[in-house]
């Protein structure tokens, strides 16, 4: 058997302010004993992962990120490459981030972002954090891409909302954190909403496949209940999460997935 380069490798996707959920359960690991050794995250996900790989509590980013009013986060724009501005988030991590680059981080870090002029997902986990943590966040039609070494990238959930690749043949154990179930939605009208519903359909694809890789899955069904551009419910998100995490480690024994005893 081939060693593993890390021990618990945590993947988050993306959801847009439906990853708040994300810190609730890292929360709850956190205080299980569960501490990842490794982060890959997408969009929402890729946000959560910086400022946590950053070492900051998921408490303390809760407090960082919850600033009350969807216009906080964003502001309208001129509808040349995007309809808002994803201002507050910019902002947050300018003043929150001090690292600036990948191996500054306390944990590493791999995030994903959508390649718009080759129509391929890239993994970044070298160079500049910044530019690469706002792009992976930055939905297509409602935010401008962003600029890397003149490619044009946007949310990382397009083509890998749970990017579980980069690291799941590098780790022992591998816990997902999946935030974006779909139900059924019986209004859908307006620009905004229809982008927002139509991007969400898009990042369910292949999930199911997908979770079956993983040691530990979180996916809380109560959260298909919230939209992706409400981070006023920031609170009752983290909580989901948490209480959702919390359940599913009832149903195993933590010491067996940790390796502290055998089966």
């Known amino acids: 058997m081939s060693v593993k380069q890390y021990n618990i490798g945590l993947v988050l996707s993306g959801g847009g302010a439906r990853g708040f959920a994300h810190l609730g359960v890292i929360q709850a690991l956190n205080e299980s004993g569960i501490f990842p050794d490794v982060i890959s995250g997408t969009s929402a996900g890729a946000i959560i992962g910086v400022l946590y790989a950053d070492g900051?509590?998921?408490k303390e980013i809760l407090k960082l990120m919850n600033i009350g009013s969807r216009l906080d986060f964003m502001r309208p724009a001129l509808p040349r490459e995007g309809l808002l501005?994803?201002?507050?988030?910019?902002k947050m991590l300018k003043t929150s981030l001090h690292s600036k680059k990948f191996k500054d981080l306390k944990?590493?870090?791999y995030v994903t972002a959508t390649d718009l002029n080759n129509g391929k997902a890239v993994y970044f986990s070298e160079g500049d954090l910044y530019d690469p943590v706002i792009a992976s966040a930055s939905i297509p039609v409602l935010f401008q891409p962003v600029k890397i070494d003149n490619i044009s990238f946007v949310d990382g959930g397009v083509l890998d909302n749970l990017p579980i690749s980069p690291i799941k043949n590098k780790c022992r154990i591998l816990i997902g954190s999946f935030v974006n179930p779909v139900g059924y939605m019986e209004k859908i009208s307006g620009l905004i909403?229809?982008?927002?519903r139509t991007f969400m359909l898009s990042m369910t694809k292949e999930i199911s496949e997908k979770a079956k890789m993983f040691d530990l899955?979180?996916?809380p069904l109560e959260l298909r209940n919230y939209k992706i551009l409400d981070p006023?419910?920031?609170q009752e998100l983290f909580e989901i999460g948490y209480y959702s995490t919390n359940e599913k480690l009832k149903e195993i024994d933590i010491d067996i997935l940790l390796g502290?005893?055998?089966?």
């Open 107 to 109: 944990i590493p870090l």
């Open 85 to 90: 501005q994803i201002n507050g988030i910019i």
């Open 56 to 58: 900051h509590s998921p």
């Open 260 to 263: 502290l005893k055998l089966v």
């Open 232 to 234: 006023e419910k920031a």
């Open 193 to 196: 909403n229809i982008a927002e």
């Open 217 to 219: 899955f979180i996916a």
